[in-house]
């Protein structure tokens, strides 16, 4: 029996979902997305709301678009989620241009935990180069030009046969935005091509999550409302990005994964025998030297 048993996890470690998962592992998962969704309710997600307070109406309304289908409110729902975008004037003159700043400035606090995810998933030595520093900043700017873009696209291509494009523009575009994302905050250390599945799995993991979101968003954002008030609706914003982080996790880990491959898939990936890191890049941390279980998902070990 015991042979049997080890014979079964041999083969089920050559699976790449089983080193996927391990990878996860590795990365400590549940500790990172946790501390990633943290973030992103607590600076980003203000930075998106201060942002779009100060752009034009056409763009603040592409923003507001793409956020509330992200998020998979609607009805009731929806219209407490636009209150919190309403009173731009007021954001405009409580906030003020030196605010602004520091809302950005603080917001980076949400991209240097992003970066963080990239860096232990493709296993990068520690320390950084000062150009990390603003590419954080970079960043979020791409990401709000992306909010706005989606928002653009869904009102330009209307319903009926525009919804089918709309998806296929949104799930090409994500995957750029993804692919851009890891290769940007990686320090182009990692090559771009190897970097590939990173985009395209990180957008489809999204994507479903969103899809999925406007069958449990707006009963939990209603229902938390009557219950707690506004703060009932805070805590449905933290289950969103929670799940959102899992799924950029999931992207972050299955990327150099399936670049690294020995086979066919990794084969493909990288183009030939070329190595998944940029010429000049430094050579990458060795893996554990243990076998990991669930328990890492939770903390970093001492002997990690």
């Given at each position: 029996m ?6 079964v ?8 979902l ?14 990172r ?15 998106v ?9 056409r ?25 919190a ?12 241009v030196?605010?602004?700043?520091l809302t950005?400035?603080?917001a ?18 520690p320390?950084?180069?000062?150009g ?5 900043a970079?960043?979020l ?18 319903d ?9 523009a ?15 905050l ?34 939990v ?9 506004f703060f009932?609706?805070?805590l449905?914003?933290v ?8 799924c ?12 690294e ?30 076998e ?13």
């Amino acid at each position: 029996m015991g042979k049997r048993m080890a014979g079964v996890r041999t083969r089920l470690e050559r699976l790449l979902l089983w080193r996927v998962w391990e990878r996860m592992l590795e990365v400590e998962f549940l500790d990172r997305s946790v501390a990633l969704a943290g973030k992103a309710f607590v600076s980003f997600f203000p930075l998106v709301i201060v942002v779009a307070a100060f752009v034009p109406d056409r763009i603040r309304s592409s923003i507001i678009t793409t956020v509330t289908a992200r998020l998979g409110i609607q009805g009731d729902a929806l219209t407490t989620a636009r209150e919190a975008f309403a009173s731009s004037d007021d954001i405009r003159k409580a906030t003020g241009v030196l605010g602004l700043v520091l809302t950005i400035f603080f917001a980076t606090s949400f991209t240097t935990a992003l970066r963080r995810v990239y860096v232990r998933a493709w296993r990068r030595p520690p320390g950084t180069r000062a150009g990390a520093y603003w590419r954080g900043a970079a960043w979020l700017f791409v990401m709000l030009a992306y909010m706005a873009l989606l928002g653009a696209l869904r009102a330009a291509l209307g319903d009926g046969l525009g919804v089918g494009l709309f998806a296929i523009a949104s799930l090409a575009v994500t995957s750029g935005l993804w692919w851009f994302t890891a290769w940007f905050l990686l320090l182009g250390e990692v090559r771009v091509r190897a970097l590939l599945p990173t985009g395209v799995i990180t957008s489809i993991a999204l994507t479903a999550f969103a899809v999925s979101a406007t069958v449990w968003m707006p009963e939990v954002v209603t229902s938390n409302e009557a219950q707690f008030g506004f703060f009932g609706v805070a805590l449905a914003l933290v289950t969103w990005f929670s799940g959102a982080a899992i799924c950029i996790l999931i992207g972050a880990c299955a990327g150099p994964v399936f670049a690294e491959d020995t086979g066919r898939v990794g084969t493909l990936i990288r183009g030939g025998a070329s190595p998944t890191l940029a010429p000049g890049a430094r050579p990458p941390l060795p893996p554990p030297v243990r076998e990991l279980s669930l328990r890492d998902a939770f903390h970093r070990t001492d002997d990690s």
